[in-house]
C-alpha cells in the first residue's frame, strides 16, 4: 500500500511540475510570431511580450525589451526555485492550492514590474490582447472584469466551477504526454484544444448577451497570433 502510494504521489509531482514550470516557459524571451508547435498562444504577460508580433503591435522599444528579459530571467529562476519547495508537499490536495497560489503570485509580481516599463496605454493594450487567447473561465476570474460585467455571485461560482473542471480533466491528459510518441502527443494536444473550447464554450453561456457584447469590446482590436492549418505566417515587417 505505502508503495503504491508513493507512486501515486509521484505521478500527481509530475503532472503538477508540468503545469507550474509551463508557466516559466511560456515566458521564455523567444522572439516568436505565433503560438506553439500545438498552436497554444502563451497568455502569461511575459509570455505574450516574447511574441514580435506582440511587440510590434504595442511598439515596444528595443532596450524596453531588454528590461522586459530581465524581469523574465528574475521571476522564472524564482519560479523554479518555488517549485523545489513545492515538491516536498505531499498533501496533493494542498500541493495544487499552492501551486495555484505561486501562479498568482508570479503574475502580479510581472504586472507590478511591468508597470514601471511600460505605458498605461501599453499596458491595457496588453490585457487585450491577452483576453483574446486566455481562456474564459481564467478572464472571467479576474476582479476588474467580473466587475466590469457586473457578474452575479451564482455566475462567478460556476465559471469557477467549470474552470476547476476544465483544469483536472487537463491534469489528466498531461499525466498522458509522458514517454509518448509524436503520435500521441499529437491527439493529446487535440484533446486539450477540444476541452478549452468546450469550457470556453459552456463558460460564455452563463453570460447575459450585454455581458457578452461588453466581454468582446473589453478585447479591443483582434491581433492574430495563430497561423492558420496549411499556411505559414510571414516574418512582419520591420
Same mark, same amino acid.
Not at 506582440?54 to 522564472?76: F, G, H, S, Y
Given at each position: 500500500m505505502t508503495r503504491i502510494r508513493n507512486v501515486l504521489v509521484s505521478v500527481m509531482v509530475l503532472v503538477m511540475g508540468v503545469a507550474f514550470v509551463s508557466a516559466?516557459?511560456?515566458?521564455?524571451? /523567444? /522572439?516568436? /510570431?505565433?503560438?506553439?508547435?500545438?498552436?497554444?498562444?502563451?497568455? +502569461?504577460?511575459?509570455?505574450?511580450? +516574447? !511574441?514580435?508580433?506582440?511587440?510590434?503591435?504595442?511598439?515596444?522599444?528595443?532596450?524596453? $525589451?531588454?528590461? $522586459?528579459?530581465? $524581469? !523574465?530571467?528574475?521571476?522564472?529562476?524564482?519560479?523554479?526555485?518555488?517549485?523545489?519547495?513545492? /515538491?516536498? $508537499?505531499?498533501?496533493?490536495?494542498?500541493r495544487r492550492t499552492k501551486m495555484g497560489e505561486l501562479r498568482t503570485q508570479y503574475e502580479n509580481n510581472a504586472r507590478k514590474q511591468l508597470q514601471d516599463v511600460l505605458s498605461r496605454d501599453q499596458m491595457i493594450r496588453l490585457y487585450q490582447i491577452r483576453s483574446q487567447y486566455r481562456a474564459v473561465t481564467d478572464t472571467l476570474a479576474s476582479t476588474y472584469v467580473a466587475k466590469k460585467l457586473k457578474l452575479t455571485d451564482d455566475q462567478k461560482t460556476k465559471a469557477a466551477k467549470i474552470g476547476s473542471d476544465e483544469r483536472t480533466k487537463r491534469y489528466e491528459i498531461y499525466r498522458t504526454l509522458r514517454d509518448a510518441d509524436e503520435k500521441k502527443r499529437a491527439e493529446a494536444y487535440k484533446k486539450l484544444g477540444q476541452l478549452r473550447a468546450d469550457a470556453d464554450k459552456t463558460a460564455l453561456e452563463l453570460l447575459t448577451e450585454e455581458q457578452r457584447e461588453e466581454l468582446e469590446k473589453m478585447k479591443g482590436k483582434k491581433l492574430e497570433l495563430r497561423t492558420p492549418k496549411g499556411e505559414t505566417k510571414k516574418k512582419p515587417a520591420a
Open positions: 516559466a516557459e511560456e515566458a521564455r524571451p /523567444r /522572439r516568436s /510570431r505565433g503560438g506553439s508547435r500545438s498552436g497554444r498562444v502563451r497568455t +502569461s504577460l511575459l509570455g505574450l511580450l +516574447s !511574441n514580435e508580433l506582440v511587440q510590434k503591435d504595442l511598439k515596444v522599444k528595443e532596450d524596453e $525589451i531588454a528590461k $522586459i528579459k530581465k $524581469i !523574465n530571467d528574475t521571476l522564472r529562476a524564482d519560479m523554479r526555485k518555488q517549485y523545489t519547495e513545492l /515538491r516536498k $508537499i505531499k498533501d496533493a490536495g494542498k
